[in-house]
């Protein structure tokens, strides 16, 4: 088991896994131009005729985690960001475009999808070591069943490689991270790779809005400079390290047949460090984009600033892009393309200056944030190119790429097997709406109408999303039958009101993780 706890996270792995070095990684990444070239990287070209055939036996499974990634940036989402290697990757799969998270943001999100198990309403949290004091951030505690669990049952190795700071690095998800038979912690969100000092002050003031220019924000992003390439080499930015590790990761289960691989990449979560070439595909400011953003209304950022942020995204989404274009690439290169499912999601998306509000927010749950795509590749080709807008969401992950890979999913999930789609037939749920909640707040999202509400009923707000598609128009005062029926519905499918825990309770001393837990 690897877990690593030390400066240098990956350092920690066995002596196999050791970080690529420096100059391999800039040997083998093909930086530059080329690194871009990747919109022909796609699998297609080696689906096999044999399809029932290769349904008939396990398969390997690839689980790509974005984080904060939004579907309206991907280009063959319609969005504007360029990103060839997703959208190659959609042309390949089964794209899904009514996707909502069950429960945000990050660790209640990723509880979802490894565990295929609802989290939501967040019944009985409280406050934990480590983690965000906010309803849902509460660790695996040690023999919870995990997708990595089920299938190292089944004969697969297991492997997970991640940059995210509370899976990776925090005392409490330690549990977790012995599930799993390589587990690779990549430095950069967390952690001190390169001495904060070696970049000097006035390069972190400049990313920051004049409003956030306080000592502690400017020593944070001055340490991520450093750790993230400074925001000029961006073979030592996060995403490309955990991309590379998962290139490595792969071809060492290249001899443990079959295998599970979760490659899971924080950026473009912020704090934000792109690199120039990428900045220039969306602004010609002088200023090397905003590293960071409050969670509160946007009244603190110019309309000049507002864009800077948007395009620091959008060029910090065109990097991630790039290196997981590499990634699929040496998918391909290793044949794994022919006997392995891939599967793609996202946890939850950011405010980039919309409805005046940046970051996140766990009232306002806009379509901005709680909007993510979803993409299952099978290798026999079934369904590539096709969209689907049955309502999915995080906890139908696992079942389903069990399913694919040629195994029954275990009875007890919350989740539903998406694979019936791939050959045009319906799941076993039928799903007429989406429900999930963030902290102390729930939404019910229908077809036509969508309630977000505090859970303890005294807020609430309706949006007609036909007539009113970007929810600038709220509608509960003049609808108050459909707010009461939406949330009848949600009470339905949690049996009881969600819970609302108070200011003082979520503040309380959180709770540490016995020491049997290490043992």
């Given at each position: 088991?690897?877990s690593g706890?030390?400066?240098?996270g990956?350092a920690?792995?066995?002596e196999?896994?050791?970080e690529?070095?420096?100059r391999d990684l800039?040997?083998?990444?093909?930086l530059?131009?080329a690194?871009l070239?990747?919109s022909?990287?796609?699998?297609?070209?080696?689906?096999?005729?044999?399809s029932?055939?290769k349904?008939?036996?396990?398969q390997?499974i690839?689980?790509?985690?974005?984080?904060?990634l939004?579907?309206?940036?991907v280009?063959v989402y319609?969005?504007?960001a360029?990103?060839?290697?997703?959208?190659?990757?959609?042309r390949e799969?089964?794209r899904?475009?009514?996707v909502?998270p069950e429960?945000?943001?990050?660790?209640?999100?990723r509880?979802?999808i490894?565990t295929a198990?609802r989290v939501?309403p967040?019944?009985?949290?409280q406050p934990?070591y480590?983690?965000?004091k906010?309803?849902?951030w509460?660790p695996?505690?040690?023999?919870?069943?995990n997708?990595?669990?089920?299938?190292?049952?089944r004969g697969?190795?297991?492997?997970?490689?991640s940059?995210?700071?509370f899976?990776?690095h925090?005392g409490?998800?330690?549990?977790?991270?012995?599930?799993?038979?390589r587990?690779?912690?990549?430095l950069?969100?967390?952690?001190?790779r390169?001495?904060?000092?070696?970049?000097p002050?006035r390069?972190?003031?400049r990313?920051?809005?004049p409003?956030?220019?306080?000592?502690?924000?400017i020593?944070?992003?001055?340490?991520?400079l450093?750790d993230?390439?400074?925001?000029v080499?961006?073979s030592?930015?996060?995403?490309?390290r955990?991309?590379?590790w998962?290139?490595?990761v792969?071809?060492?289960?290249g001899g443990?047949?079959?295998?599970?691989?979760v490659?899971?990449s924080?950026?473009p979560?912020?704090?934000?460090a792109?690199t120039?070439k990428y900045l220039?595909?969306?602004t010609d400011?002088d200023?090397?984009?905003?590293?960071?953003?409050r969670?509160?209304t946007?009244d603190?950022l110019?309309?000049?600033?507002?864009?800077?942020v948007?395009a620091?995204?959008?060029a910090?989404?065109t990097?991630?892009?790039?290196w997981?274009?590499h990634?699929?690439r040496?998918?391909?290169?290793?044949g794994?393309?022919k006997?392995?499912?891939?599967?793609?999601v996202?946890?939850?998306?950011?405010?980039l200056?919309e409805?005046e509000l940046t970051g996140?927010?766990?009232?306002y749950l806009?379509?901005e944030?709680?909007h993510v795509p979803l993409m299952?590749?099978?290798?026999?080709?079934?369904?590539?190119g096709?969209?689907?807008d049955y309502f999915a969401t995080?906890v139908d992950?696992g079942p389903?790429?069990?399913s694919m890979?040629?195994?029954?999913?275990?009875?007890?999930?919350?989740?539903?097997?998406l694979?019936?789609?791939?050959d045009?037939?319906k799941?076993a749920?039928?799903?007429?709406?989406?429900?999930?909640?963030y902290?102390?707040?729930?939404?019910?999202r229908e077809?036509?109408w969508?309630?977000i509400?505090?859970n303890?009923k005294?807020?609430?707000?309706l949006?007609d999303?036909?007539?009113?598609?970007h929810?600038?128009?709220?509608l509960?005062r003049?609808h108050?039958?459909?707010?009461?029926r939406?949330?009848?519905?949600?009470?339905?499918?949690t049996n009881?009101?969600?819970?609302r825990?108070s200011k003082?309770?979520?503040?309380s001393p959180?709770?540490?993780p016995?020491?049997?837990?290490?043992q």
């Amino acid at each position: 088991m690897t877990s690593g706890h030390g400066r240098e996270g990956e350092a920690e792995a066995p002596e196999h896994l050791r970080e690529i070095g420096r100059r391999d990684l800039l040997k083998s990444a093909g930086l530059g131009a080329a690194a871009l070239g990747l919109s022909g990287c796609g699998l297609g070209d080696a689906f096999s005729s044999d399809s029932e055939a290769k349904r008939t036996r396990p398969q390997n499974i690839v689980l790509i985690v974005i984080d904060t990634l939004r579907p309206d940036h991907v280009g063959v989402y319609g969005g504007s960001a360029r990103t060839p290697n997703l959208d190659a990757l959609a042309r390949e799969s089964l794209r899904f475009t009514r996707v909502y998270p069950e429960a945000m943001a990050t660790v209640p999100a990723r509880r979802s999808i490894m565990t295929a198990r609802r989290v939501y309403p967040f019944d009985g949290w409280q406050p934990w070591y480590g983690m965000a004091k906010r309803p849902g951030w509460q660790p695996l505690p040690p023999g919870t069943e995990n997708i990595a669990t089920i299938m190292k049952r089944r004969g697969y190795w297991t492997a997970y490689v991640s940059d995210n700071p509370f899976l990776s690095h925090s005392g409490p998800f330690e549990p977790f991270r012995q599930t799993w038979d390589r587990y690779v912690p990549v430095l950069g969100q967390r952690g001190e790779r390169r001495d904060a000092h070696s970049v000097p002050r006035r390069e972190a003031v400049r990313r920051l809005p004049p409003i956030m220019r306080e000592d502690h924000l400017i020593w944070r992003v001055r340490q991520f400079l450093a750790d993230n390439g400074r925001g000029v080499d961006e073979s030592q930015h996060a995403a490309a390290r955990v991309f590379k590790w998962g290139e490595k990761v792969m071809k060492q289960a290249g001899g443990h047949k079959p295998f599970l691989l979760v490659v899971d990449s924080f950026s473009p979560h912020e704090l934000w460090a792109p690199t120039r070439k990428y900045l220039d595909m969306y602004t010609d400011s002088d200023i090397p984009g905003i590293a960071d953003v409050r969670y509160r209304t946007s009244d603190y950022l110019t309309k000049e600033q507002i864009r800077l942020v948007k395009a620091t995204y959008a060029a910090c989404l065109t990097m991630v892009d790039t290196w997981l274009g590499h990634f699929l690439r040496e998918l391909k290169r290793q044949g794994r393309d022919k006997d392995t499912v891939v599967g793609l999601v996202s946890d939850h998306g950011i405010f980039l200056g919309e409805h005046e509000l940046t970051g996140k927010s766990d009232s306002y749950l806009f379509e901005e944030l709680i909007h993510v795509p979803l993409m299952l590749r099978s290798p026999d080709g079934r369904a590539a190119g096709r969209k689907s807008d049955y309502f999915a969401t995080t906890v139908d992950m696992g079942p389903t790429l069990m399913s694919m890979a040629g195994h029954e999913p275990p009875e007890g999930l919350d989740g539903t097997d998406l694979s019936p789609l791939l050959d045009g037939d319906k799941p076993a749920a039928e799903r007429p709406f989406a429900y999930g909640g963030y902290a102390n707040f729930s939404f019910v999202r229908e077809e036509r109408w969508k309630l977000i509400a505090r859970n303890d009923k005294s807020w609430n707000m309706l949006f007609d999303l036909e007539a009113d598609p970007h929810e600038r128009r709220e509608l509960s005062r003049r609808h108050p039958e459909v707010v009461r029926r939406l949330w009848k519905q949600l009470l339905e499918k949690t049996n009881s009101r969600p819970p609302r825990y108070s200011k003082s309770f979520m503040e309380s001393p959180p709770r540490e993780p016995p020491k049997s837990w290490y043992q």
